[in-house]
């Protein structure tokens, strides 16, 4: 069986001080997250051709098809975030910390582990 290659691209965000914000107020904390997701984080996933793989409470794994969109997205997010939170008190915003990781996928053929 061959093996097919491609290059992809996770980006694994979480809100930091997730804990506390949700310790402070969690309905109103909720709330925040679910807009932020529907009106910020989906389209721009959406927008640069990623993919939704998993949600947490605080965080999401999403793949791309290339580095360069993963991280364009995240810039965009990060940066629309910006925005959003100057009017709002430090011990009250939500702020995403964003990683992004790109790799060599493989399918279709046995892993490189169980050669």
């Known amino acids: 069986m061959s ?7 996770i980006l694994a965000a979480d ?3 997730y804990s506390r914000l949700i310790g402070a107020d969690e309905g109103g904390t909720l709330e925040r997250l679910r807009a932020l997701r529907r009106e910020l984080l ?4 959406a927008e640069h051709r990623g993919r939704l793989v998993k949600t947490t409470g605080d ?3 999403v793949e791309f098809g290339s580095v360069v969109d993963a991280l364009r997205c995240a810039v965009e997010v990060q940066a629309a975030m910006a925005e959003r939170i100057t009017p709002i008190a430090a011990d009250n915003r939500i702020e995403f910390r964003i990683g992004v990781n790109g790799f ?6 046995p892993s490189p582990s169980t050669r």
């Open 59 to 61: 965080g999401l794994l």
């Open 15 to 17: 809100v930091a001080g």
């Open 104 to 109: 060599r996928a493989t399918s279709g053929g």
């Open 42 to 45: 989906d389209p721009k996933i």
């Open 3 to 9: 093996q097919t290659r491609r290059l992809a691209a």
